[in-house]
């Protein structure tokens, strides 16, 4: 009988470097290939060969090391073709900081652009064929645009990798479907807490901007600009007040819409989309602070980008607000903002206080607890590799993962037979 062989190169117990590899009969076969963002060793333990790369999703955390492999390995690379375009947009922007900050340079935009030759793109529910042994089909997983979960099928054996995912519907996508298998790797990013209502957070959301426009201040919205800016435009979609959009927002916006077979209703993302008007210049966010208004920009995380521009600027006016859209990662400006109530202007290096009412909302685009039980119970696996999460999360859904089947929460460089 021939060995399967998974091996795990990064995201196992932390979320980032996300990177996994099954190997059979001498083929090697890795399933995303990303970056630790800002920080010095965030690189993935690359293996020596690798023959062909599934990616799951754009985010850089999954994408972002693939330019770098594909400089050394020459690997065929699969995602969908939504996929293919955002991670380059992700990729460059990401190098182009790096130049900026004349941080590590592990790839050049000319890297990213001989990658593109290598790139196949592969539509939803297409089987696949890689070697006359191993087949997989990409399942849309509902976590951002362009998103996949990856079945694939090993000397007859099925693994089901869920990449991020997410099951439940938003405005802007369907949740993931859930096939059975029998191994599956699954992320645990809320491995240990339940979202809250969804529709209750919604209306506190879009009262609390209410609030702060009537009484004649901004309302800075920073948005992830993959996914979170476009659903959080469809929420703002009958407010009454001037909505302005800015950032790399913008340009994700415009790529959504050029592949609308990837949203829900890409008719009311186009709505959404006009109602704001997108800045391109300083003197049009002069414009957005001289009225009332809401602002929608980068960076989600409040880390960079032109959210600086209106913080310079509001970030003492008490009469405004800063609403923060998801989960905000240790050590970032928004997790600050929160905790201390002042964020390091990027500029400077400096501290800055902000006095703006401070407001974070949980607009998850991962499957909390519940789902990823549902998630688990649906798979109906013999054995499970819990990755994606920082340590507290996913021990604590292994633990009731190992209720269903063999659980392992692997460690880096652990390899399993299959
Ligand atoms: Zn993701
Ligand atoms: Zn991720």
Same mark, same amino acid.
């Given at each position: ?317 008490? =009469? #405004? &607000? %800063?609403?923060? +859209?998801?989960?905000?990662?240790? *050590?970032?400006?928004?997790? /600050? ?63 009731? =993962? #190992? &209720? %269903?089947?063999? +659980?392992?929460?692997?460690?880096? *460089?652990?390899?399993?037979? /299959?």
């Amino acid at each position: 009988m021939v060995r399967i062989i998974v091996g795990f190169h990064g995201g196992v117990q932390e979320v980032g470097r996300s990177c996994f590899t099954i190997e059979s009969d001498g083929f090697w076969l890795m399933l995303d290939c990303g970056l630790k963002i800002r920080q010095e060793d965030g690189y993935p333990a690359l293996p020596d060969r690798v023959d062909a790369v599934v990616l799951s999703h754009a985010h850089l955390d999954h994408s972002g090391m693939l330019p770098a492999l594909h400089r050394r390995n020459h690997p065929k690379i699969y995602a969908t073709d939504l996929s293919l375009e955002t991670s380059h947009l992700l990729q460059k922007d990401s190098a182009k900081i790096n130049q900026l900050r004349k941080e590590r340079h592990i790839y050049s935009i000319h890297d990213i652009e001989a990658m593109h030759s290598s790139e196949v793109s592969i539509p939803y529910g297409a089987d696949r064929s890689l070697t006359e042994n191993i087949s997989f089909k990409l399942l849309d997983a509902g976590h951002i645009p362009g998103s996949a979960a990856v079945l694939l099928e090993i000397e007859g054996k099925k693994v089901y990798y869920t990449g991020d995912i997410k099951t439940k519907d938003t405005h802007l996508q369907a949740g993931a479907e859930i096939p059975e298998a029998d191994v599956l790797i699954i992320e645990s990013t809320y491995g240990d807490r339940v979202h809250p209502s969804r529709r209750e957070m919604e209306k506190e959301f879009l009262s609390t901007i209410e609030e702060t426009v009537d009484r004649g201040g901004n309302a800075l919205i920073p948005a992830f600009a993959v996914g979170r800016t476009q659903e959080v435009l469809m929420m703002l979609e009958d407010m009454p007040y001037p909505i302005y959009l800015d950032g790399m927002g913008q340009q994700v916006t415009s790529l959504f819409l050029q592949y609308p077979e990837y949203v829900r209703d890409s008719g009311l993302l186009q709505k959404a989309a006009n109602i704001a008007t997108w800045i391109d210049n300083s003197s049009a966010r002069k414009k957005a602070l001289s009225e009332p208004s809401i602002i929608v920009t980068t960076a989600g995380m409040v880390n960079g980008g032109p959210v600086f521009s209106y913080l310079h600027r509001l970030h003492m006016d008490k =009469l #405004s &607000s %800063i609403l923060l +859209t998801g989960y905000q990662v240790e *050590g970032t400006n928004g997790r /600050l903002l929160m905790e201390k109530g002042y964020v390091i202007d990027p500029l400077t290096d400096k501290e800055l206080e902000v006095r703006m009412e401070k407001h974070q909302f949980d607009f998850s685009a991962h499957a909390g607890r519940h789902s990823l039980e549902d998630i688990a119970e649906k798979v109906n696996p013999e054995k499970a590799f819990v990755v994606h999460g920082d340590p507290k999360p996913c021990e604590s859904f292994a633990e009731f =993962l #190992s &209720s %269903i089947c063999e +659980t392992h929460t692997p460690k880096m *460089g652990d390899t399993f037979d /299959l």
